[in-house]
């Protein structure tokens, strides 16, 4: 059964200790994690084309799909009217499904986490969902993504409810505040990730304005 298989994988990502280990699991899963995503309801990728929407002007950019996976956000935004978008992702196998999409102007390869492979103030914004979640990208990668969004920029992105004290999420947060990095313009109330199956998968959405 199709959640079945969703469920298995799912739980290979949220196991994974190693960013080798990540990467492996969705080489694995990058085949079929469109339909399967699907089968569970998965909103994100799709969800957040309205926040964006809200603080970044139609046209505007370039943007960041920071952790892009298999590109399904891209389409939609540029449906909407941005047509320059740049994807990152640790997986070469979920990057070449995002570059199937036609809807990207380039595509690296990095991990979160890490230094990102662009200059400072490079993008209008950055967007990320499902990204900072279980045993995936750690709340110290939103320094480097600060860094390479301009000044009246925006943040955007999703945090999972399990890892937004345990991961240090508030701390970077209150961190990047104090040091004039960004300030905060909107907070969404938890919310499910999933509009079929994992009731209790709950995540919220941030939009900072880059200082």
Known sequence: ????????????????DTPEALAEAYAAWAATYDSETASLGYLLPFLIAAWVARHV???????????????????????????????????????DIAGSRQAYSELKQAMLGGPLPWPDGYFRAFFSTGVFTISHAPASGLHELVRITKKGGHAIFTVRDQVFESGGFRDVFADLEHDKKWRPVEESPWFRCYAIAEPEALVKTFVFEVL
């Open 1 to 16: 059964m199709i959640i079945d298989k969703a469920n298995a994988a799912l739980d290979a990502v949220y196991t994974a």
């Open 57 to 95: 002007p139609s046209g505007e950019g370039p943007l960041l799909d920071a952790g892009c996976g298999t590109g399904l956000s891209g389409p939609s935004l540029r449906a909407l009217g941005y047509q320059d978008i740049a994807g990152l992702d640790l997986s070469e196998d979920m990057l």
